[in-house]
């Protein structure tokens, strides 16, 4: 099977106020069609950077500074702005956390969703329309007619997510990042929009980037998963093994972390400190300060991926050891 | 179509607005020094022609009756007559509002033309040289005085280059462009010189805008992000901007016309204010007055059509 999207070693830097900073080190993770992974992070990991930068839409200042991104044929990372353009919409979209803000304020729902349909396909204005009115009932908003010729602010928070779900299909891509697409939204909601995004996958055989810090949300949508801390993938894998036996201690504090597996009444476990900032990462493991399998050899080179059973791999090379503690 | 209810409703709020400012204009003509009959018939006049004089003008009466007449003849469109021109000032004002009515909306669209152009290249270029320029032209304009600058365009482009006409408003269309294309650049300028800064920041800031970022997810070109997405949402502070500035543009026009000797209202303002043409400079307030509301509920109007959040 050959891949949708494969990323291999991309590298971001940040530049700051005393020159670039690594954002994003070696990251490698490979889509195929209609599959969803989960992209797992704190804030500051790298998640957003990462998925952000498979269509180059990442902000002034920042950069990729090496690695290889290939979509569907496209090599992405050798794209002008021109042609990144065409790849935009009808082979990769993207959905954000904010839906407010994500939305122009001054323009009405339906020209939103209909504008990359006369972009990419040259439709006309009615063709556009129609398709509008068509991918609204499709993410589930009632009464079509009338929402297409409303603005944002008309819209509810969870109706304003199912309309920048509809503009982003709007030329039927194979890939859909979803950037936080229910950090914003009301937990009832979160769910119905999670709900929404399974079922276009279903219909429409979409691809899914679900980036996300919320392991509930992985757990009840994605196949597999890839985990990153200060910047690197520390553990990825089918997600059954992934969040069922985890080969890595941040992981696995991860995991420990959710509320649910735990005895009522006692208190959630946490993970001791906080990752490291861009300018202070150490030289080996970032994650070695706050483990609690650490020895001395973690904190003097990166350790690289290795395998931990099938599809599964990990960035800690005292993986066997975890479980067995616990 | 409520969003515009608004529109019927505002124009009733403006009246005592206008009762208030004909009551200040009216009242502080007067507590300036110096005898409007005076200067009409001489300091050597019998003073029973005086006493005449005054009593046809109606002001030998109390200031507050004075003032009830002013109200009552403007309510028959009745602006009482110019002591200096010995005519009505309604047909003083007819006669002047043409130059000045064409300077203001030359200045003001000569001055759109000015900002978007130097805003749009500004925020594009950003940090670059084109930027630097833009942004230092905008804090030097701040600090000129306009009748200064007007004084140094005649120098240039009438007096050396010979360009321009020295003064006057010229006759028919086009010769009227030409007439009042220094003046109505003088405004421009200075208008251009406030609205730049605005709209090339607000233009920046939307560039960076989350719904920016957003529709080139889904493949929208730079050329259709920009004007599409950005100017548009930039365009609304500049706009109420604009309109708080148009209004204190009008009163710009009395400087300008008189450095560049057009006959216009302002003008006539300044004259009539040295020979104390009580009724003419009155009339004059309340027109630029009403003029200055008239903007600000257009610019009013605009802002509805272009912002679908706001409702009056």
């Known amino acids: 099977m050959s891949a949708l999207l494969s990323v291999s070693d991309l590298c971001i830097d940040v530049t700051g106020s005393d020159g670039p900073m690594r954002a994003v080190s070696d990251v490698s993770f490979d889509l195929a069609e209609g599959e969803v992974m989960g992209l797992v992070g704190e804030s500051g990991s790298g998640k957003t950077l990462t998925c952000r930068s498979v269509l180059r839409l990442l902000p002034r200042k920042v950069a990729i500074t090496g690695g290889r991104i290939e979509l569907a044929g496209h090599r992405v990372t050798e794209m002008t702005e021109r042609q990144l353009a065409t790849v935009r919409g009808p082979v990769g979209a993207m959905i954000f956390q904010n839906p407010t803000a994500h939305l122009n304020p001054v323009m009405t729902i339906g020209n939103q969703i209909a504008e990359p349909v006369r972009i990419h396909e040259g439709a006309s204005r009615a063709e556009a329309r129609a398709r509008a009115r068509d991918l609204l009932v499709q993410v589930g908003i009632p009464d079509p007619d009338s929402r297409l010729d409303q603005y944002p602010h008309e819209f509810s928070g969870g109706m304003r997510q199912r309309a920048m779900i509809a503009a982003a299909l709007a030329c039927r891509p194979r890939l859909l990042i979803a950037d936080e697409p229910t950090t914003a939204l009301d937990v009832t909601v979160q769910a119905q929009i999670l709900r929404l995004l399974l079922d276009l996958r279903d219909s429409l055989g979409l691809a899914i980037i679900l980036v996300t810090h919320d392991l509930a949300v992985v757990s009840q949508t994605c196949e597999k998963v890839a985990v990153m801390y200060a910047g690197r993938i520390v553990e990825s894998g089918p997600k059954p093994a992934v969040l069922g036996r985890p080969c890595h201690p941040y992981t696995e504090g991860l995991v420990a972390s959710q509320p649910g597996g735990g005895v009522p009444g006692t208190l959630l476990k946490a993970i001791p400190g906080q990752p490291p900032g861009l300018s202070d990462r150490p030289p080996g493991c970032a994650f070695a300060p706050r483990c609690p399998i650490a020895r001395s050899s973690c904190e003097s080179a990166v350790p690289p991926l290795e395998s931990a059973g099938p599809a599964h791999r990990t960035a800690c090379p005292h993986w066997s050891e975890l479980g067995a503690a616990a | ?312």
């Open chain 2, 1 to 312: 179509m409520n969003r515009y209810r608004f529109v019927l409703l505002r124009p009733l709020q403006l009246v005592p607005v206008l009762i208030g400012i004909s009551l200040v204009s009216f009242l502080l003509i007067h507590a300036l020094p110096g005898d409007p009959v005076r200067t009409l018939v001489g300091m050597r006049a019998p003073p029973d022609v005086v006493e005449r004089i005054r009593a046809y003008y109606g002001l030998d009466q109390p200031v507050i009756v004075q003032y009830f007449y002013f109200l009552r003849s403007l309510a028959e469109g009745e602006l009482g007559r110019s002591v200096v021109y010995r005519m009505p000032v309604s047909d003083l004002l007819a006669s002047r509002a043409g130059p000045t009515l064409f300077l203001l909306v030359y200045a003001t669209l000569l001055g759109i033309v000015l900002t978007i152009a130097l805003s749009v290249t500004a925020a594009r270029n950003r940090g670059r040289w084109p930027d630097q320029t833009i942004r230092a032209f905008s804090t030097i304009g701040l600090g000129f005085p306009s009748f200064w600058i007007g004084l140094m365009l005649i120098l240039v482009f009438s007096v050396r280059l010979g360009l321009f006409p020295v003064s006057g408003a010229g006759q028919g269309f086009v010769d009227r462009l030409h007439h009042l294309f220094l003046p109505a650049f003088t405004i421009a300028l200075a208008l251009s010189a406030v609205l730049t800064r605005t709209l090339r920041a607000s233009l920046i800031e939307q560039m960076d805008a989350d719904h920016v970022t957003a529709a080139r997810s889904r493949g929208v070109g730079d050329k259709d992000v920009f004007w599409r997405h950005v100017v548009p949402n930039s365009l609304i502070p500049t706009i109420n901007l604009l309109g708080v500035n148009l209004g204190w543009l009008i009163s710009g026009t009395v400087v300008v016309e008189t450095v560049f000797s057009v006959p216009g209202l302002g003008f006539l303002m300044t004259s009539s204010i040295f020979a104390r043409d009580y009724m003419t400079v009155q009339a004059i307030t309340l027109v630029f007055a009403l003029a200055t509301v008239l903007i600000t509920f257009l610019v009013d109007v605009v802002t509805v059509a272009l912002d679908p959040r706001v409702r009056m």
